[in-house]
């Protein structure tokens, strides 16, 4: 099935859409207060008239720092509809971190809030940041540092003409840095449509659906799954300032009447052995939760089938590039481990080093094309003509197809253990440690080795109540799932893995300590 192309070529017009159809009705709901479909238009269309008094003009870039509100959503759509382009940046970054990106984006305005004041010292001198608009309080405003809220109250905005064509970059999204410098994502409404829309055509999806966004706004999967999405449909957005307390996040999914819950692994484990009240359990609305990021461990799975019996979980998989989803389980068909048959107007393929496509059941790398795949990355020609070839993308995932079309992530090309020219795939390892009843989550690395080339060692977080660790119990565990030559040497416990913003586990962290002999 084909999905038909498109309905809008811009943001802006689905937010004009919205307010000419459901006007006082909520589009947006953030802690006490909401704010209705007309509402949010004319603080769009306010913020941006703001932004081309301060010399914002198409082609810009504009940089958001900000952690979930409704200002965030406001600056991104604002932003677009002068036709400049949004770079929101991890806020989970540092001084350094934060000011690579604002260089390397060649972005000349800031949207930010005071808490990342200290990050950003010297920005002015050492970025080609030009003016800062601050959300909150920030005391001391002059000719640099404006007030954010100003640009809520300006009326004269009539003559600005939204600009975006389909073709258009909306977005520069900052890789995670997990493989080393962050590259910047340019996707663009093309690229974002197509992905929303094939998702729409996937199930039963309406207005009436509400959506919690609590992942943080600046990451790809919650930017367009869970921003882009329900605003495409007219859908209430409920959103979550903090994920602490992550109760507030239960309490505001039942209080909100939210259907749509989309989260990552960690998220969904942590829910499968939450004790949660009876009233929760009987009383919430929840269709569908959602699964991203990174891999679901199969007893996740299970455990949220048990306790939520009225809703499915349904794993997907995509990377930034691909803006982002390339595939999802369906709702009518799930298979445990895979994360579904590719969207409707996609192709995958698995192929070899030479890029020969493999047969059914074969593991290669996954490529992907169709109308999500990224424009290409920032300033960095070579980088992309590396990544797509002939319109298909590179992913650097490893997995393969069954007889049904449905893709199995067998784990990223650049974490393969090579151990005496056998392939050890790591994420085959951590599926089997995470079963065991001490182990709250788990990774397995490869640590060079002159006998072997690599050996695997893993890393574990252990469960609450285990104050006492025993490896050679885990060790007979896994051997009597596992060849001997997949059992890690060693087996490390930390008190927490060392995450991204979304809860994927950096494994070049972890791979750079080893190497360096930090442990054992």
């Known amino acids: 099935m084909k999905v038909a192309k498109y309905k809008y070529k811009n943001f802006y017009q689905m937010i004009e859409e919205?307010?000419?159809?459901?006007?006082?009705?909520?589009?947006?709901?953030?802690?006490?207060?909401?704010?209705?479909?007309?509402?949010?238009?004319?603080?769009?269309?306010?913020?941006?008239?703001?932004?081309?008094?301060?010399?914002?003009?198409?082609?810009?870039?504009?940089?958001?720092?900000?952690?979930?509100?409704?200002?965030?959503?406001?600056?991104?759509?604002?932003?677009?509809?002068?036709?400049?382009?949004?770079?929101?940046?991890?806020?989970?970054?540092?001084?350094?971190?934060?000011?690579?990106?604002?260089?390397?984006?060649?972005?000349?305005?800031?949207?930010?809030?005071?808490?990342?004041?200290?990050?950003?010292?010297?920005?002015?001198?050492?970025?080609?940041?030009?003016?800062?608009?601050?959300?909150?309080?920030?005391?001391?405003?002059?000719e640099k540092n404006l007030p954010f809220k100003e640009g809520l109250t300006i009326e004269d905005y009539e003559h600005i003409i939204p600009q975006g064509e389909l073709e258009d970059t909306a977005v520069i999204l900052y890789t995670s840095g997990t493989t080393g410098k962050p590259k910047g994502v340019m996707l663009s409404y093309k690229n974002i449509f197509s992905n929303i829309e094939n998702i729409v055509h996937l199930g039963d999806l309406s207005h009436k659906d509400r959506f919690i966004v609590y992942l943080p706004m600046f990451h790809t999967f919650t930017l367009t799954a869970t921003v882009m999405l329900p605003m495409y449909l007219g859908s209430p957005l409920v959103i979550i300032k903090s994920i602490i307390p992550f109760s507030n996040i239960f309490k505001q999914t039942l209080l909100k009447r939210v259907s749509f819950f989309m989260g990552v692994p960690e998220v969904f484990n942590a829910l499968s052995k939450a004790k949660l009240p009876w009233y929760f359990l009987m009383f919430n609305r929840l269709r569908f939760f959602i699964s991203g990021g990174s891999a679901l461990p199969e007893i996740t799975l299970k455990k949220m089938q048990e306790k939520f019996k009225r809703a499915k979980l349904l794993e997907g998989y995509g990377l930034s590039e691909c803006s982002p989803v390339v595939s999802v389980n369906l709702p009518e068909k799930q298979k445990p481990l895979s994360v579904g048959p590719p969207l409707?107007?996609?192709?995958?393929?698995?192929?070899?080093?030479?890029?020969?496509?493999?047969?059914?059941?074969?593991?290669?790398?996954?490529?992907?094309?169709?109308?999500?795949?990224?424009?290409?990355?920032?300033?960095?020609?070579?980088?992309?003509?590396?990544?797509?070839?002939?319109?298909?993308?590179?992913?650097?995932?490893?997995?393969?197809?069954?007889?049904?079309?449905?893709?199995?992530?067998?784990?990223?090309?650049?974490?393969?253990?090579?151990?005496?020219?056998?392939?050890?795939?790591?994420?085959?390892?951590?599926?089997?440690?995470?079963?065991?009843?001490?182990?709250?989550?788990?990774?397995?690395?490869?640590?060079?080795?002159?006998?072997?080339?690599?050996?695997?060692?893993?890393?574990?977080?252990?469960?609450?109540?285990?104050?006492?660790?025993?490896?050679?119990?885990?060790?007979?565990?896994?051997?009597?799932?596992?060849?001997n030559y997949k059992i890690p040497k060693n087996i490390y416990v930390m008190e927490e893995l060392p995450k991204n913003a979304t809860g994927k586990v950096l494994k070049r962290v972890l791979k750079e300590k080893l190497n360096k002999g930090e442990f054992g």
């Open 18 to 142: 919205n307010a000419k159809k459901l006007g006082k009705k909520t589009a947006l709901f953030e802690e006490d207060s909401k704010v209705s479909h007309q509402e949010l238009k004319h603080y769009v269309d306010s913020m941006a008239r703001y932004l081309e008094l301060i010399g914002v003009k198409k082609g810009d870039n504009v940089a958001i720092l900000l952690t979930n509100s409704k200002e965030f959503i406001i600056s991104f759509l604002a932003i677009g509809k002068l036709g400049a382009v949004p770079v929101p940046i991890n806020t989970f970054l540092k001084h350094d971190e934060i000011q690579y990106i604002l260089d390397d984006s060649d972005s000349t305005v800031l949207i930010t809030e005071t808490k990342f004041r200290k990050e950003l010292t010297g920005v002015f001198n050492n970025t080609k940041i030009r003016k800062i608009l601050w959300t909150d309080d920030y005391e001391n405003f002059d």
């Open 344 to 483: 409707p107007d996609y192709e995958v393929k698995i192929v070899n080093e030479e890029l020969v496509e493999l047969p059914t059941g074969e593991i290669g790398e996954i490529i992907v094309k169709g109308d999500n795949v990224m424009k290409g990355y920032y300033k960095n020609p070579e980088e992309t003509e590396r990544t797509i070839i002939n319109g298909w993308l590179l992913t650097g995932d490893l997995g393969y197809l069954d007889e049904d079309g449905f893709l199995y992530i067998v784990d990223r090309k650049k974490d393969l253990i090579i151990s005496k020219g056998i392939n050890i795939y790591p994420r085959e390892i951590e599926e089997v440690l995470n079963t065991h009843p001490d182990i709250h989550m788990s990774v397995v690395v490869g640590k060079k080795d002159p006998n072997y080339g690599e050996i695997p060692i893993a890393f574990v977080e252990l469960v609450e109540e285990i104050k006492e660790f025993d490896e050679k119990k885990i060790k007979r565990y896994l051997k009597e799932k596992l060849a």
